[in-house]
């Protein structure tokens, strides 16, 4: 059940006809929205063919998102934080190792080598490395068992099967500080800013004692005889705005895991190392949990209990967390008032207020209609060649404007039924960007449907 504004009513300026239909309907202040429409009609003398709408009675709420795709993509995520209006964000990464080079230790004498350590770097993301703040966080690093699939596809919630509960993250470290401006030296050479992770030993020697098996043939053998590895934050009581989502490029070339070893036989001492690479052959994901009880604020927790408290404001967060769901509960008294012709039809969404710099709101959210199971539908005003359906974030007005002018006179003509819209954010499986946004009862900013007819 859900509610709308008390005391709204729908105001239409019609500059056409010479007679005209007044009426004035307000709507009662009650959870589920009375299917009445109100008209007020100026000027009737005016010769134009136009009429306007620009208070049409909107319902929005916030829900849980629908889990997304978050395999196979740009890049991934890493890190968390405990935002004040969102509550806590927890992204971590699921990969597959593919052998730099085939037959590994084939032919040769390896009784001598001796693994030194194994080293797991993230290199950043060149266009965006974090969402929040670059304070330390702890990280945990864990051997998954199931093999990852090619032909599957991995959503923010598929949680990764452990092979063992031990973190291989290798002690005394565990708490890392992030620096996305300058990268580390390595044996001399300055490397792109990255996050190196050493690992347990006891893994570099389970690596180092499979030199020249069947094991490190080719990397199908290897896939078998090692599934991956699940990076993912382990920051207990994280005070709010605290730490972040760090984003990674896993293919960059230097996104790997390296094996360091040396040869001990004498007149042949030598150190050198090995590479297992991450590239578009492999599956990889970002996992990403919510936990929107841990807002410091409770307007959003409050609101995903009772849809009613999404009139003033209402939420969308990337990665699977929140959406925001609009009603047009009275759209179709227009057809029975004989406004049917629509000119255009704008859904104009502001911003609840100012936001932190380090909480940019999305590039862009797209509008999708509903299936007759609920399902999210392709807007015909998405259509390519059919027009611009917009949602692009305009900064300097702060808002977000949609084109919806096929879709409303489809609702109008009967083609589609008037279930709504739903409102997600671009980017969502690389991305954890939120934002807040005005309701039609906000008291500066409302969100609103403006309309135009054409009448003659």
């Not at 347990?200 to 991956?228: E, I, P, T, V, Y």
Request: charged share 20%; glycine share 8%; hydrophobic share 40%.
């Amino acid at each position: 059940m859900y509610g709308h504004p008390s005391g709204q009513f729908l105001r239409v300026r019609r500059q056409t006809v010479a007679s005209a239909l007044v009426a004035l309907l307000f709507f009662g202040a009650c959870k589920k929205p009375e299917n009445t429409l109100g008209l007020e009609l100026i000027d009737p003398n005016d010769t134009l063919s136009n009429a306007y709408a620009d208070t049409t009675s909107l319902v929005t709420y916030a829900i849980p998102g629908n889990p997304v795709r978050t395999s196979g993509l740009s890049r991934n995520a890493l890190g968390s934080y405990v935002d004040p209006d969102f509550g806590q964000v927890k992204a971590g990464i699921v990969t597959q190792f593919r052998l730099s080079a085939n037959n590994v230790g084939s032919g040769q004498n390896n009784h001598a080598l001796v693994a030194d350590s194994l080293v797991l770097s993230l290199v950043f993301d060149g266009t965006s490395y974090a969402y929040n703040g670059l304070q330390e966080q702890v990280f945990r690093v864990y051997e998954i068992a199931d093999a990852l699939t090619a032909d599957s596809i991995y959503q923010n919630d598929d949680r990764p099967v452990v092979a063992q509960v031990n973190d291989l993250v290798a002690r005394p470290r565990g708490l890392f500080k992030p620096d996305p401006f300058r990268g580390p030296v390595v044996g001399g050479d300055t490397l792109k800013p990255q996050v190196r992770i050493p690992l347990d030993k006891a893994l570099a020697d389970r690596f180092m004692s499979a030199w020249g098996s069947a094991d490190l043939a080719n990397s199908a053998n290897f896939l078998q005889f090692f599934k991956g590895l699940w990076v993912t934050p382990d920051n207990m009581y994280q005070a709010p705005l605290m730490g972040g989502v760090l984003y990674f490029n896993l293919l960059d070339a230097q996104t790997k895991l390296t094996l360091y070893y040396r040869n001990t036989r004498p007149g042949d001492e030598d150190t050198t190392s090995f590479d297992f690479v991450i590239n578009d052959q492999c599956v990889r994901y970002t996992r990403c949990e919510h936990e929107p009880a841990q807002a410091a604020r409770p307007y959003l927790p409050m609101q995903l209990q009772d849809s009613t408290l999404g009139q003033v404001r209402t939420y969308v967060q990337a990665m699977g967390g929140v959406r925001t769901e609009v009603r047009f509960p009275n759209l179709l008294e227009y057809k029975a008032a004989g406004l049917i012709a629509v000119a255009k039809a704008e859904l104009i969404v502001p911003l609840d207020g100012p936001f932190l710099d380090q909480h940019p709101p999305p590039a862009q959210l797209f509008a999708f209609r509903k299936g007759d199971e609920g399902q999210d539908l392709i807007m015909p005003d998405q259509i390519p060649g059919q027009g611009d359906i917009g949602g692009v974030y305009n900064a300097s007005a702060k808002e977000y404007r949609f084109n919806i002018t096929r879709w409303v006179q489809g609702v109008l003509s009967g083609t589609y039924p008037n279930t709504g819209l739903g409102l997600v954010p671009s980017g969502s499986g690389v991305a954890v960007n939120r934002v807040i946004l005005a309701g039609p009862e906000h008291p500066q900013r409302p969100m609103r449907l403006k309309l135009t007819f054409t009448t003659f």
